[in-house]
């Protein structure tokens, strides 16, 4: 086990060098099909440290897994994207097919929300895994299976040995995703990317799925960019939070400051919205509206038709990203601070 842990190269030479290990400059996605035009995600700016948790938070729709499948280039045809992807340095809209084939799985991996959609049906986990290894490092089948094995036994599969040969419908729900884990986790991955990995999962099993995630991370030193709309899990799991709207990140900072005193309106409302101990008998704050279509985007701030703070202002043009003390930013008009 701890061979799969004590390897080198897992911090980067971007993160010696100090350049961020993920960069988002001015990122948009749209998809462009005969009928209409979808702005997925409209000018997204970001940057992920090598060794930090950074979670996109955001209702369905609010292009997060949109920017997330962007990092990998795992996006259809029909999708047009422009501006910056930066990971290690490495431009990776830039990347041909063979340096992109050994980027992924290599440099950057991904935990799915399904496993049973991203594992294969008819081959064992074992041999999942240790065909990644064989590919990127080019290891024995040997080898890769003693890999395999090594890393269910890191994420707490028990009878390991025996799961080895065991198939995906022959796992629980929650022991599926302790393999996608190790599937994705086989070639110590210097960036990890999840996209709402613990939906599925009742709340024991989300628990103990988001635990050992953190504790990866921290014992393998990976930068992990997480997907979800559940706050609970934002704040088990994250060192930062960017909060996305129709396309755009409405509102970023650390976990713990955006948790007790959120800037932008729209976390407000979902913290709002959120069942937390105490609740008993009170009823739950609601956002009203619906979120915009993103085939036609309004002039001004997206959130303005449903937001209780909203001015005639709002509806004139998007706010720039404010920050009233460094590390905190907020895409209001009401927001004090120097926009960026």
Known sequence: MSDVLDRPGLAGTAAAAGTPLV??????????????????????????????????????????SVTLRALMRLL?????????????????????????????????????????????????????????????ERASRAAGMARALELLELVQIPSAKRRLDAYPHELSGGLRQRAMIAVALACRPKLLLADEPTT???????????????????????????????????????DRVAVMYAGKVVEEGP?????????????????????????????????PGAPPALETLPKGCAFAPRCPEAEPACLEAVPALRGPVPGRLARCIKVPGAAS
Not at 94 to 106: I, K, N, P, S, V
Not at 118 to 132: C, N, S
Not at 255 to 282: E, N
Request: hydrophobic share 45%; aromatic share 4%.
């Open 200 to 238: 599925a999962l009742d709340a024991t099993v989300q628990i103990q799925v988001l635990l050992l995630l953190r504790r990866l991370q921290e014992q393998m030193g990976m930068g992990v960019v997480f997907v979800t709309h559940d706050l609970g899990v934002a704040g088990e799991i994250a």
């Open 23 to 64: 960069r988002l400059s001015d990122l948009h996605v749209k998809f462009v099909t005969r009928d209409r035009t979808v702005h997925a995600v409209n000018g997204v700016d970001m940057r992920l440290d090598a060794g930090e948790v950074l979670c996109i938070l955001g209702e369905s729709g609010s292009g997060k």
């Open 76 to 136: 259809p045809k029909t999708a047009r994207v422009t501006g910056g992807i930066e990971v290690g340095g490495r431009d990776v809209q830039a990347m041909d097919e063979g340096t992109l084939a050994d980027f992924r799985g290599g440099d950057v991996a991904m935990i799915f929300q399904e496993p049973m959609t991203a594992l294969d049906p008819v081959f064992t986990i074992g041999r999942q895994i240790a065909e990644t290894v064989q590919r990127h």
């Open 255 to 287: 976990v713990d400051a955006m948790m007790r005193a959120p800037l932008h309106p729209y976390p407000k409302g979902l913290l709002g919205a959120t069942v937390h101990a105490g609740m008993r008998g009170r009823r739950l704050t609601t956002i």
